[in-house]
């Protein structure tokens, strides 16, 4: 009996000293990433079914990496490669290791690698970062809308400012990119849309490249920053909206965002209501005219939307009605443009 008892311990050892082993790859260092476990031999992806903080905080209590601030779906980190090993896990969130979480069986899974599940810890161990976390959300306030205003993070739940120095348009840029607010427009410095309040949490923030979150990027964190809210950093992007083929940001033809394409307004019931409307929201002062048939050159590809009326008074063009583009009658030649009375000094 003895030697059963004995074979069978060393088999539950085994497996779980196997699979305990657990990594995030492909994020800003290993407390970011997706998902990889080992399991007889091999490391494979988890399926992001069921995939939440609890999933996540154990994952990052067992790295070491603190707890969870973001658990991005659909492989945000790149897809993976191999066998997708876990589907369904699920935890309570106080588990030490992933092991003690149920889960289908190994090998079992309804997913492909556009599923596979993500874990951002709030220790960053990026060796480029001097801030030893990472903050949950960004948010730009005081602007005319979502995408434009003061830029705000959110650190250990409190919401703080970030200082300009180095601040330009490639950091702008990343800030548009991660709100999904089109390209950016201007990275205004000196607290432009108005002071904060609170701590200011990230200085010298410095991004390279086509980063898809702030957090990606080096900075030197609130420790021993030289600034006041009157350096407070903003951003102005294009949202959905963008005047293209003017002399300078704030005239030229309307073109609109739908679905990562861009495409252009066609002129139908365009007038100084709707002008107006696009130069409250790219901060471009009253309209001064709304000129039809493609004034600034025809555009390509869709035209998105037809029919657009606005009462003048909206904050952005999202809350006026229109007819979309199905079913328009349009071609380019009446491709809608605005004329705005602002030169902004960015464009000079």
Same mark, same amino acid.
């Given at each position: 009996?003895?030697?059963?008892?004995?074979?069978?311990?060393?088999?539950?050892?085994?497996?779980?000293?196997?699979?305990?082993?657990?990594?995030?790859?492909?994020?800003?260092?290993?407390?970011?990433?997706?998902?990889?476990?080992?399991?007889?031999?091999?490391?494979?992806?988890?399926?992001?079914?069921?995939?939440?903080?609890?999933?996540?905080?154990?994952?990052?209590?067992?790295?070491?990496?603190?707890?969870?601030?973001?658990?991005?779906?659909?492989?945000?980190?790149?897809?993976?490669?191999?066998?997708?090993?876990?589907?369904?896990?699920?935890?309570?969130?106080?588990?030490?290791?992933?092991?003690?979480?149920?889960?289908?069986?190994?090998?079992?899974?309804?997913?492909?690698?556009?599923?596979?599940?993500?874990?951002?810890?709030?220790?960053?161990?990026?060796?480029?970062?001097?801030?030893?976390?990472?903050?949950?959300?960004?948010?730009?306030?005081?602007?005319?809308?979502?995408?434009?205003?003061?830029?705000?993070?959110?650190?250990?739940?409190?919401?703080?400012?970030?200082?300009?120095?180095?601040?330009? @348009?490639?950091?702008?840029?990343? %800030?548009?990119?991660?709100?999904?607010? *089109? +390209?950016? $427009?201007?990275?205004?410095?000196?607290? !432009?849309?108005?002071?904060?309040?609170?701590?200011?949490?990230?200085?010298?923030?410095?991004?390279?490249?086509?980063?898809?979150?702030?957090?990606?990027?080096?900075?030197?964190?609130?420790?021993?920053?030289?600034?006041?809210?009157?350096?407070?950093?903003?951003?102005?992007?294009?949202?959905?909206?963008?005047?293209?083929?003017?002399?300078?940001?704030?005239?030229?033809?309307?073109?609109?965002?739908?679905?990562?394409?861009?495409?252009?307004?066609?002129?139908?019931?365009?007038?100084?209501?709707?002008?107006?409307?696009?130069?409250?929201?790219?901060?471009?002062?009253?309209?001064?005219?709304?000129?039809?048939?493609?004034?600034?050159?025809?555009?390509?590809?869709?035209?998105? @939307?037809?029919?657009?009326?606005? %009462?003048?008074?909206?904050?952005?063009? *999202? +809350?006026? $009605?229109?007819?979309?583009?199905?079913? !328009?009658?349009?071609?380019?030649?009446?491709?809608?443009?605005?004329?705005?009375?602002?030169?902004?000094?960015?464009?000079?």
């Amino acid at each position: 009996a003895a030697p059963k008892v004995s074979l069978l311990l060393t088999c539950n050892v085994f497996f779980l000293e196997d699979w305990l082993q657990l990594q995030l790859v492909n994020g800003a260092g290993r407390c970011s990433g997706g998902g990889e476990v080992f399991y007889h031999g091999q490391w494979g992806r988890v399926c992001d079914d069921h995939w939440d903080t609890h999933e996540a905080h154990v994952v990052c209590r067992q790295l070491g990496c603190g707890w969870a601030v973001s658990t991005p779906p659909g492989a945000h980190f790149g897809p993976g490669f191999g066998k997708i090993l876990l589907d369904n896990v699920h935890c309570s969130g106080e588990e030490s290791h992933l092991a003690l979480c149920a889960h289908d069986t190994w090998f079992t899974h309804s997913c492909g690698h556009e599923a596979d599940a993500g874990a951002i810890c709030s220790v960053m161990t990026n060796p480029d970062s001097i801030l030893k976390r990472a903050w949950v959300a960004v948010r730009l306030v005081g602007g005319p809308g979502r995408c434009s205003g003061r830029v705000e993070v959110l650190v250990q739940d409190t919401w703080g400012t970030v200082c300009d120095d180095f601040w330009d @348009l490639a950091e702008a840029a990343v %800030v548009c990119r991660q709100l999904e607010c *089109g +390209q950016v $427009v201007v990275a205004p410095t000196g607290a !432009h849309v108005g002071v904060g309040s609170g701590k200011i949490v990230l200085d010298n923030m410095q991004c390279v490249g086509s980063k898809s979150h702030l957090e990606q990027c080096m900075h030197g964190g609130e420790a021993g920053h030289n600034c006041g809210h009157q350096e407070d950093a903003s951003v102005i992007c294009t949202g959905e909206w963008l005047l293209v083929g003017g002399p300078g940001r704030c005239s030229g033809r309307v073109e609109v965002l739908v679905q990562d394409t861009w495409g252009t307004v066609c002129d139908d019931l365009w007038d100084l209501a709707e002008a107006a409307v696009v130069c409250r929201q790219l901060e471009c002062g009253q309209a001064v005219a709304a000129p039809t048939g493609a004034h600034f050159g025809a555009g390509s590809g869709k035209i998105a @939307l037809d029919n657009l009326q606005c %009462v003048g008074s909206e904050s952005h063009l *999202g +809350q006026c $009605v229109h007819g979309g583009e199905a079913g !328009h009658n349009c071609g380019h030649l009446e491709d809608a443009s605005v004329i705005c009375a602002a030169i902004a000094e960015y464009d000079l």
